[in-house]
């Protein structure tokens, strides 16, 4: 096996945890689980006998028989305030939900973990365990009917302003789609779903045209296939691809190098500061190769393996122009798509 890949998967077992979640980070800012990322480190274990796959989605179907009472409401009543809407960020250890203010309306982790679930079964693993457990599926997805996923302002896979993303509608209209043979799924919620993605394209949002969230839509989920995804690449190669990343949209101001001036201005004050995130560059290679590009796909693994650390490590992200990277190192996630494109890429070799 590559060394690099070996590294990786390294990294990957250095950051689960016991009970089968993942630490974004060995850093102390990220000293907690996050739905979506657990979703992404766990992607690797998707077409593999080691069970470690179905710990992390057994594990994440414990903490909503725990947060049971929450879908009931939600499920018959929209949510109103932030706090009401199911929790994307939980602590360590015990997996449970975190007060402090947070943008918790994040609708694409829970399309995310739907989608693994669905595929985890599909794959032949034994993700549903019991009756319970296909009762909290059931749940998941009336949860997202209930709260109108194709129309509610979410805050997205960046945890910032309210909007409608793309990529939260297409993380739903996939997780739907993935469960609609466990559980049923009403046909409206699955073909609102594609209005709005189809009123949206090819933008992110209203603020928005393009973003980095919006590769998702083609690998895992493939939710934009051809022509619609290859306009969405093109996008991003042309508008957000840096040196030693891809900056998630044009005016971030996280991690910017401005950013000790504030976070409140017009997103044109940030040009040209965006931090380049790492884990962009695998992505890039995941989707060309969803499109057959399978050259490109080879040329933007180089690329990634270019920003990796000496010890295999991917940071978080580089600095805007420079070598300086921050200290969410390594970034599970950036590990997890660089295994999944470097694995694909060989085994077409």
């Known amino acids: 096996m590559n060394e690099k890949i070996i590294h990786s998967y390294q990294i990957l077992d250095q950051l689960r945890l016991p009970h089968g979640l993942y630490l974004a980070s060995s850093s102390q800012d990220y000293q907690y689980v996050w739905l979506r990322d657990s979703f992404y ?18 594990r994440i179907l414990d903490l ?6 929450k879908l009931d409401i939600h499920t018959v009543q929209k949510p109103r305030e932030q706090w009401e809407y199911i929790h994307s960020r939980y602590s360590a250890s015990e997996v449970k939900e975190i ?26 693993k ?3 365990r019991d009756a319970k457990d296909h009762e909290i599926v059931q749940k998941l997805v009336g949860y997202l009917g209930c709260v109108e996923y194709w129309e509610d302002a ?14 939260s509608v297409g993380a739903c209209i996939a997780g739907l789609q993935a469960v609609k043979d466990i559980v049923f799924v009403q ?35 493939k939710v934009l296939l051809g022509e619609e995804a290859k306009v969405v690449v093109e996008q991003v190669e042309t508008n957000l691809l840096r040196e030693r990343g891809v900056i998630r949209y044009k005016g971030d101001s996280y991690y910017s190098t401005v950013e000790h001036e504030g976070r409140h201005h017009d997103l044109s004050f940030y040009y040209g500061t965006e931090a380049e995130w790492t884990f962009g560059l695998p992505w890039l290679a995941l989707c060309h190769l969803e499109l057959g590009n399978v050259e490109k796909a080879n040329h933007y693994i180089k690329l990634t393996e270019g920003v990796m650390l000496s010890d295999g490590s991917l940071p978080e992200l580089y600095f805007a122009q420079s070598e ?15 295994i999944l494109a470097k694995e694909r890429y060989e085994r077409l070799m």
């Open 41 to 58: 480190m766990s992607l690797p274990y998707l077409e593999q006998n080691n069970h470690i796959y179905e710990m992390t989605y057994h």
């Open 64 to 69: 909503f028989r725990e947060y049971e009472w």
């Open 99 to 124: 007060n402090s203010p947070w943008g918790h309306a994040q609708h694409d982790a829970i399309g995310a973990i739907l989608w693994g679930i669905g595929m985890g079964q599909k794959k032949g």
């Open 126 to 128: 034994r993700i549903i």
């Open 154 to 167: 979410d805050n997205g896979m960046w945890e910032e302003w309210r909007e409608v993303h793309s990529s």
């Open 187 to 221: 046909g409206e919620w699955i073909t609102n779903g594609y209005q709005t993605l189809t009123n949206l394209f090819p933008h992110e949002s209203s603020d928005r045209p393009y973003d980095l969230a919006q590769l998702s839509l083609i690998f895992p989920y």
């Open 324 to 338: 300086k990277y921050n200290s969410n190192t390594p970034l599970g996630w950036g590990s997890a798509l660089y």
